[in-house]
């Protein structure tokens, strides 16, 4: 289910630029959340996240903020 | 994040705060309900097992240590009687076929659907007197300062501030939680891989024509090299009563280096002519991804602290041997020893690291915990790059050497060999030292 609301990944575009690892964090999302621009930023589409955290572990230290969706809310396996 | 610090001495609201209903979560849950504990078990998704995804083998005898009834009265899948281990190249695949019998009597692993083996769990638990708070997120742990430093009281979800003697870190490999206390450091990327699995549907006619299993059997494919496209980790397909589970591991510190893309990689394996026609006409139903702890012992974080103890994958508690890979069973041993840690400091009245130092010592004298020990090596000797291309290559160029009748006379296969290994990257030196490696890490 979508938080409308409140989106669960912030980007520290300063961050991310001066450490180049939007391509990292890009390439490592199986969920397509990311997209790397020509000027180095990341676009954000929250609403695909699967919530797998891999992410936040190739982003360089305070790169990104990103925890899980409020309760009840996010991705909804049927199968898992 | 900070913990929040709380003086207020309130009678706790329960014995007990677990937050997580995975596997290492309910079964500590049930376990201590059994023992006459109230316990609060706390999950952030709609329903437990939403949020949770595993590759799909769980190696099931601990679990029906707990639950005797577990194979008939569980929603198990299928029961893995055949273990085929694949080296795939781009053109060529060698594999090694293990079918047993004995595998199936008595069942040693089974594969499951998280989305439906934890509501089940969660079931049991609620029947034996937890009470389940599902769709509410815990924020934060709360702590007051105590006479050895920091020790936990309760945790912070929204606006509620519930309290316990103990509480219990049961919230997957991302533990924000086992972080925010700082009983786990930001991991290494060698430590960790990202798992990119699908679920396609196909009847269960053609899944066991396809697999070479009958009835309730199942068959795991444990995969390496160009499935990964070279990348450390491995590609796995597991078969469902109705559907398989297929996916790659990718380790995060050779997928950034080589910088391949995830996703590539994941579309590369699926339509890999060697796995392509295992899937051909069954329809993607789910897909999803998990981050996987790789370090085995060596990154297992701090475990216990005053009034809490970290279970499953909030303590990094999988293994990878090569062969089996490991993570559910470990999860039921580490919810299973918490229980006991935990009934012990219950009993004493005694929630400081020294009360609760029974889940530490009932986990490393379980055969698990003991496995943790025994294969310590073991992710280092699989972060071996040759493993991943070369020597699959050099096995298949000597097979089709001997295979190749080219109208050329044959020479005698160790000619072969030789002229093989010669063009490959592999040295004799590397033989020796992997050699020597694997059979001490494995």
């Not at chain 1, 391509?23 to 790397?36: D, F, G, K, L, M």
């Not at chain 2, 060698?94 to 769990?121: F, H, Q």
Request: aromatic residues 6%; proline residues 3%; glycine residues 12%.
């Amino acid at each position: 289910m979508l938080d409308d609301d409140q989106t669960h990944i912030e980007v520290n575009q300063e961050i991310v630029k001066a450490t180049g690892c939007g391509t990292a964090i890009a390439a490592c999302c199986a969920a397509r959340v990311y997209t790397e621009e020509p000027d180095g930023s990341l676009s954000v589409e929250y609403a695909a996240c699967l919530e797998c955290g891999t992410c936040l572990a190739v982003a360089a230290p305070g790169a990104l903020k990103w925890h899980y969706p409020r309760g009840g809310f996010g991705i909804q396996f049927r199968e898992g | 994040m900070t913990a929040l610090e709380v003086s207020n001495k309130a009678e706790p609201d329960f014995d007990v705060i677990i937050v997580g209903a995975g596997i290492a979560g309910c079964i500590a849950a049930y376990q201590l309900a059994q023992q006459g504990r109230s316990v609060l078990l706390i999950e952030r998704g709609e329903a437990p097992g939403s949020k949770n995804l595993s590759g799909g083998v769980l190696y099931c005898r601990g679990m029906q240590e707990v639950f005797p009834d577990f194979l008939d009265s569980a929603p198990v899948e299928r029961r893995v009687t055949r273990n085929y281990i694949n080296f795939l190249n781009a053109e060529s695949s060698i594999g090694i076929d293990y079918k047993d019998t004995r595998l199936a009597d008595p069942v040693n692993a089974v594969t499951v659907l998280r989305a439906k083996l934890d509501p089940w769990l969660a079931g049991k638990c609620e029947e034996a007197g937890v009470f389940l708070m599902s769709g509410v997120r815990v924020d934060r742990v709360l702590t007051e300062n105590g006479a050895t430093g920091k020790r936990v009281v309760g945790v912070k979800a929204g606006d509620d501030e519930l309290r316990a003697h103990v509480v219990v870190a049961a919230d997957g490999v991302n533990s924000f939680i086992a972080q925010e206390v700082g009983l786990r450091a930001k991991q290494p990327l060698n430590h960790l891989a990202t798992g990119v699995k699908c679920v396609v549907n196909l009847p269960a006619e053609t899944i066991e024509a396809r697999f070479g299993v009958t009835g309730d059997e199942g068959a795991a494919f444990a995969v390496v090299g160009d499935c990964t496209e070279g990348v450390g980790g491995g590609g796995f397909m597991y078969t469902n009563t109705n559907s398989i589970s297929v996916g790659v591991v990718l380790r995060l510190d050779d997928l950034t280096a080589k910088r391949k893309v995830a996703t590539d990689v994941f579309d590369h394996f699926l339509t890999h002519p060697f796995i392509a026609p295992y899937l051909e006409g069954g329809e993607v139903i789910e897909y999803g991804c998990h981050m996987v702890a790789e370090g085995g012992l060596g990154m297992l974080g701090e475990i216990d602290m005053d009034g809490m103890v970290v279970v499953g994958d909030a303590a990094g508690l999988t293994l990878n041997t090569g062969l089996t890979v490991r993570g559910m069973d470990l999860a039921v041993a580490s919810g299973v020893a918490a229980a006991v840690g935990i009934g012990a400091s219950l009993e004493r009245k005694d929630f400081s690291k020294a009360g609760l130092a029974g889940y530490r010592e009932t986990l490393f004298a379980s055969p698990e915990g003991k496995d943790m020990k025994t294969y310590a090596k073991a992710p280092a000797f699989l972060e071996v790059e040759r493993m991943y291309k070369d020597y699959g290559e050099l096995i298949a160029n000597v097979l089709y050497g001997a295979f190749n009748l080219d109208t050329k006379p044959r020479e005698h296969l160790a000619k072969v060999a030789i002229r093989a290994f010669k063009k490959s990257p592999v040295k004799v030196r590397h033989l020796i030292s992997d050699g020597i490696a694997g059979v001490r890490a494995l």
